[in-house]
């Protein structure tokens, strides 16, 4: 199963969408569930979590020894999320499924745990370099040529036995098979036999190769598009025939076809050398083809590369929302930042500026949050999007709760809950008037006033309940996710007036949810922790001992320290309750090894 990454796979979705497609052409109907969490809508993707189902999929479809190719490693191995999905991998890898990383460097490949566990074997680029032997063979093998020990041993000498080479010198050859002569270093001389390989065709191909080298993926009907014209077909057999580095993938849609990392920038570079304004168009039509589909990451990438700048802000502007409810955080921060690379670019876009307040926000970056927040309020007070000045107040209302400022959070409560008053209706406006009661039913909570709180949690839990009656698709998984986390602070909430009964019942819901919304496994681990404690307290010894299990199993698959403490506390008090004092000693022992 061969992943062939390309440099505009950046976000985790689409890492692990691809790796389920390379399944798909071994394994039919591989991994449809699997899809369906790739458009969870908790605020981000769980690359353990996402790791973890990938990993069930294998071992309940998979029963032959598979191999699982990440061709050009190197153009993901920076993004975090995708690194630490590949660690929890590798780290659970099933007996049947092993994986191969191709990459120009180890950066974010597990080298150092897979080395310590003797589980790692590396192949060098010594060990990847030609013989002179093994050229006669692949010459003779592909070519029907018979070149001499010299001849080989010379051309060995001048590739440095690099494949890429190899290949691109022949498919130069010249009508009596003539190898050409290579001087230089190694980007000089792919550059050289690339350009060879290039100018052989003809200019109607060369110009399709041209304008294709701007998309990742590419078919027909695309390249019909962007080219404005009826004869893609022809094209695609002529490079495929030609073995001109692409490689072609059926999947649901059809064949789709990808260049080779490195022929693709080369045909790219050439490209924007050549007919830098035909390749701007290039770039405006591709994005106008993802607009139209809904795709609105590779859409604004095109748009930033045609130019056009303020038109991607305001696409940027116009799907922030949307974005963040799918999780895609990270491409939120990468088109925030790009916008500041450009003077007053940003202002074209204060919703994006808002949304990447709050991921500064859920990362602690208080101070960054609170400056973003106080740009973007007057230029949305400016279009007088409501809504939106609501969601700014309720976003500084939790920073506010978080440096226990808990009158100014009931302050920004009330602000939202005004501008909503001036709102248009709709499931928007509810939505965040929820959020808005939520805020100060936490506020309130603190200050003393808990009943207060819990009628104000409850009243918004069953606009939520509604509005998931209301909805379908991602809008019914925001509410639900939403609702989950209203509910588990209903539960805490109740616990500490000692209301068990009430907390059971609002931790069991968000156990609900979280199953119905595919939800994270921290989530799923904290939720049965809550659980769990609510069982303990009132003497449900055994029924507290399965969620502190069930707790234990999700939260091993992830990367919080501090909720797998808290839980290995919880069952270290329940064992010594029921007074087996050496597995409490130990339990006890294991959150303090992770402490």
């Given amino acids: 199963c061969w992943y062939l990454i390309g440099a505009e796979e950046k976000n985790l979705a ?35 979590s996402l790791a973890i189902d990938l990993i069930n999929e294998v071992e309940t479809q998979i029963d032959d020894f598979t191999v699982l190719v990440l061709d050009d490693y190197h153009l993901a ?42 589980e790692l074997v590396t192949i060098s680029a010594d060990q990847l370099r030609f013989r002179t032997d093994e050229l006669q063979r692949l010459v003779l093998q592909n070519y029907h040529i018979h070149i001499s020990d010299e001849q080989a041993q010379e051309f060995t000498e001048q590739s440095d036995g690099w494949i890429v080479a190899i290949l691109l010198a ?35 191909l060369r110009d399709f190769m041209y304008c294709s080298s701007i998309l990742g993926d590419f078919n027909e009907e695309l390249c019909n598009y962007i080219r404005e014209s009826k004869d893609s077909a022809r094209f695609l057999s002529s490079i495929e025939e030609r073995n001109l580095f692409v490689t072609r993938t059926e999947g649901s849609e059809g064949y789709s076809y990808r260049y080779h990392q490195l022929f693709a920038e080369f045909l790219y570079q050439q490209f924007e050398k050549h007919d830098p304004s035909r390749l701007a168009q290039m770039h405006e039509r591709a994005a106008n083809w993802y607009k139209d589909l809904g795709e609105w990451e590779p859409a604004i990438q095109h748009k930033l590369s045609s130019g056009n700048l303020a038109e991607a802000a305001q696409w940027m502007d ?38 990447q307040a709050k991921i500064l926000g859920n990362s602690n970056s208080f101070e960054e949050s609170k400056k973003l927040l ?21 976003t500084r209302g939790m920073i506010h709760v978080f440096n226990t400022r808990y009158d100014k959070a009931i302050e920004s409560a009330d602000k939202a809950l005004e501008y909503l008053k001036d709102a248009k209706n709709g499931n928007a406006k509810i939505h965040q008037k929820q959020q808005a009661e939520r805020l100060k039913a936490t506020a309130s909570h603190y200050i003393g006033e808990s009943e207060k709180g819990v009628s104000l949690l409850n009243n918004a839990a069953e606009g939520l309940r509604n509005l998931i009656k209301q909805s379908d698709g991602v809008e019914t998984q925001r509410y639900q996710a939403d609702l989950a986390e209203l509910l588990t602070d209903l539960g805490l909430i109740s616990l500490s007036q000692g209301n068990l009964l009430a907390a ?83 339990s006890f022992q294991d959150a303090l090894v992770i402490s």
């Fill in 318 to 355: 116009q799907v922030s929302d949307q974005l963040y409810i799918a999780g895609r955080q990270s491409t939120l921060t990468r088109w925030f930042e790009e916008l500041t690379k450009t003077r007053g670019l940003r202002r074209e876009a204060p919703k994006l500026a808002l949304y």
């Fill in 374 to 394: 106080d740009f973007c309020e007057p230029l949305l007070a400016h279009v007088q999007d409501h809504v939106a000045l609501a969601n700014v107040n309720v």
């Fill in 77 to 118: 191995g920076e993004n975090i999320e995708i690194v630490e999905f590949i660690e929890k991998l590798i780290e659970f890898l099933p007996d049947q499924l092993r994986v191969l990383i191709g990459s120009r460097s180890v950066y974010g490949i597990p080298t150092a745990n897979l080395y310590i566990r003797d």
């Fill in 504 to 586: 059971r019942l609002a931790f069991e819901e968000v156990l609900d949810l979280l199953k119905a919304n595919r939800g994270n496994h921290a989530s799923l681990a904290m939720t049965f922790n809550n659980i769990a404690y609510t069982h303990y307290l009132v003497g449900s010894y055994k029924e507290a001992w399965t969620s502190y299990s069930r707790a234990l199993q999700y939260i091993e698959a992830t990367n919080r320290p501090l909720v797998h403490m808290g839980i290995l506390e919880g069952r270290g008090n329940l064992l010594m309750n029921i007074e087996e004092f050496e597995e409490a000693k130990q």
């Fill in 14 to 48: 689409d890492f692990v969408h691809h790796i389920v497609v390379a399944f798909q052409q071994q394994f039919e109907g591989f991994g449809t569930d699997l899809e369906k969490s790739l458009s969870v809508s908790d605020g981000a993707l769980n690359g353990t």
């Fill in 170 to 204: 022949l498919r130069a050859m010249d009508s009596q098979g003539s190898i050409p002569q290579l001087t230089g270093g190694t980007e000089s001389i792919y550059e050289y036999l690339a350009e060879e390989v290039v100018n052989r065709q003809t200019p109607e």
